[in-house]
């Protein structure tokens, strides 16, 4: 499985939702509402959930083992940090 394709949409508001993130896997599947958070230990991901009928959170999409969660949260804590970083760049004008 290769990740094709991460969409990042930053959150503008304060707290600790940074970006609301969808990744395409092989150009054929699209998982969706993925959150980066900023916790205490630095950010992670948070894999899209529902509240169920007890009134717990559980993931609807998820990796099954640790090793594809972290291939997941890897890339897509680095593209959401060349988001902030294509945020930072100057934008060029030209000389008249």
């Not at 958070?37 to 950010?43: A, F, Q």
């Not at 640790?66 to 890339?75: C, F, V």
């Amino acid at each position: 499985m290769q990740i094709t394709d991460v969409r990042v949409r930053k959150v503008a508001k304060e707290g600790k939702l940074k970006a609301v993130v969808s990744i395409t896997m092989d150009n054929e599947f699209v998982v969706h509402d993925i959150k980066v958070i900023e916790g205490e230990k630095g950010l992670f991901i948070a894999m899209p959930s529902k509240k169920s009928l007890d009134g717990e959170y559980r993931d609807i999409a998820h990796p099954i083992n640790s090793g594809t969660r972290e291939r997941i949260q890897s890339t897509i804590l680095s593209r959401y940090e060349e988001a902030l970083d294509e945020e930072d760049e100057p934008i060029a004008v030209d000389e008249m």
